[in-house]
Every structure is written in C-alpha cells, then in structure tokens.
C-alpha cells in the first residue's frame, strides 16, 4: 500500500529541505578550507589575483561536491528522521498502520533520481569544469603533464631535464607502456631551440633511461648516424606516464568508455578509468543506500532514547564506509579483485547492511 499523496509530498519535501540544509553547510566549509589552501599556494605569485582563485575554486567544487553527495544524503537523512520523530510526527504516521518501508519510500526515491540525476547531468558538467580547473593550474601554477596527445595511433610525450626538452612520439606501447613502437624523438636546447631528431623501431623504458633499438641520429648540419642500440637518459617513469593520462574526473560518464578503448588499444592499462566508471554506475544504488543507513540510526533514537550515541554511530558507519572504500579500490586495482567487482561491492555492502537493520527494526 503506497502512502496517500499528501503525505509522500510532506515527507519528500523535509528530505528535500534537509538536505540542502548539509549541502549547504558541508559546501560552505569546502569553499572556504579550498579558497584558504588556494591562497597559501599562490602567496608568492603575483600573477594570480584573488579573481582567478575564486574562479579555479568554483570549478572544483562540483567535483568535490560529488565526492561528497553520499554523505550528504546520509547526514541529510539522518537530520531528517531525527526531526521528525522529536517533533512526534513519526509516532502519529505509524500509529496508522504506516510501515516503514512505506515511510522511507519518498526519500529513497528522490535519493536514487538525485544519483541518476548526477550520473546522466551533473557528471558531465562537473568533468568539464574539472579539466577546465587543471588546464588552468597548469598555466597559473606550472603543473605541467608529461602527457601531451594519446590516441588510438599515436602517442605524445614530453620530458624535462637539464638538458633541455625532448618530445617523444610512439605508433604504440605494450607491456603496459614499457615498451615503445616507432618512436621518434625531437630534442630542445633549454632555449627551445631545435638540436636534433632520433628514429628508432623502439624504445624500451628502464630506470633512469630509454634503451633504443636500430637508431638513427640526424641534427642540423650533421649526418645520420646509425645505431643498433641507444640509450637515452630520462626521469620517466611507468606511472608517471599512466597518471599523466586525464584524469578520470576530467572525463564524463559518457566518454569514458571511448577513452579506455583508446588507452588499452595504445597498449596501456585502463585499470584506473574503468573502476571510476563502475564506481559511477554504482553511485544511485550507494545514494540509496545511505538513507537505509540513515533511516537504521535515526529512527531508533525515539524508541530507545540513546539519540547521541546513535548519531555518532550513523557518522561512524559513514566514514567506515569510506575507508573500508579506498581499500577496496585499491585491491581492484592491483589485481587483487576484479574491477567490476571493487567498484560495486561498497555500494552492494553497504545496501545489504542497510536493509539486514531496516528487517531487524521492522520486524525484531
């Protein structure tokens, strides 16, 4: 039996207002912890008036926004229930045969279309000011990739030294970007001026250099010189390579298939994106989830009166949650769990924990 339509829209509304209540808070806090750290960082650069920071500020909140949003569901919910059974209006609804599946029902309902809601919109919005944001710190603050273009042909990398710059171009990698094909190198003094270019069939990374394979060697004014074997001094590293590729928050939900078919078929591991991907797909079911949660611990303060112990439980549980998250994801990715498997397990945990308390209040 679904509850009449008056009070659905009642108890929506409280969900809705009380929610907004902790994202308004848990943001403000945000903005001013992000704008305090921005300022720190830019303190000896004069170049970056306070314009620019509020700009780079305001674009990394969506991104931290979604970080956030099961924790404001699950304080919001919380926030909510707790109110409404102080104020009684819990007791008076179930005295009428309202159980609390039925009770719950508008609020897990806008918790999962608020998660479609992000997957399907708010994502892509908030990748596009998330890449906006770095190409921005890259210019104020010189954080600069090694990564310049990947593509399903081609692969562009830059590396600095003493030296000056030497810009790499690959047909390809295998073995997860040790290995290099069809290389070609153009060297730079530190004045950016052109010093030379090196061809070879490819290029093997090791610690500390590039070994070489059938090189050649030709400059300005200066013969080819051939070569069975080069090695070629760098401070490039496998994962510096791999972390120079975009961010997965740079990336919407719907392009990041597209992006991992390409980086697997240059020869490198998508590990990284396709767990974020899952993770995505997961977030409804999580947002749900945390109103089960939420549900578990505020509505028990009315029967038993232990208010402060059961609302610091329900915050416990959130950031157990958390953490119990990243090891989780850290297991995907070494291998030790598939990835499809680490990207849903929090949510499906979390979920089964939730509704195992909702039988036991329910029903024990």
Partial sequence: MLL???????????????????????????????????LRRSADRGDITIFILL??????????????????????????????????????????????????????????????????????????????????????FETKSNLLTLSTNDLWLRQLDEDGLSVIHARGAINRGLDL????????????????????????????????????????????????????????????????????ATLSFWDLPGFIETLELAGFSGDRHRLHWYSLMAGPVLMLAMVLVAATFSLRTLRQGRTVIMVLGGITTGFVFYFMTDIIYALGLSGNLPIIFSAWIPAVAITLFGLAMMFHLEDG
């Fill in 4 to 38: 009449p339509e008056t009070l659905s829209i009642y108890l929506a509304k409280q969900f809705i207002k009380n929610v907004a209540v902790i994202f308004g808070v848990l943001m403000t806090i945000v903005f001013l912890a992000d704008f305090i750290e921005m």
């Fill in 55 to 140: 700009e780079m500020v305001l674009l990394r909140i969506p991104t931290l926004a979604l970080k956030l949003l099961p924790f404001i569901a699950l304080f919001g919910g919380m926030l909510t229930f707790f109110r409404l059974s102080k104020s009684s209006e819990l007791t008076v609804i179930r005295a009428t045969g309202v159980s609390v599946w039925q009770f719950l029902f508008p609020s897990l309902l806008i918790a999962f279309g608020v998660g479609l809601l992000v997957l399907t919109v708010i994502n892509p919005i908030a990748a596009e000011m998330q890449a906006r944001n770095d190409r921005m710190e890259a210019k104020y």
């Fill in 181 to 248: 094909t069809d290389v070609i190198i153009f060297e730079y003094d530190p004045d950016d001026q052109f010093t030379g270019r090196i061809d070879a069939d490819q290029a093997r990374l090791h610690p500390g250099y590039w070994e070489l394979d059938n090189v050649v060697i030709t400059g300005p004014n200066k013969p080819a010189e051939r070569r069975d074997k080069l090695e070629l001094p760098t401070t490039l590293t496998v994962l510096q390579i791999q972390e120079s590729f975009a961010s997965p």
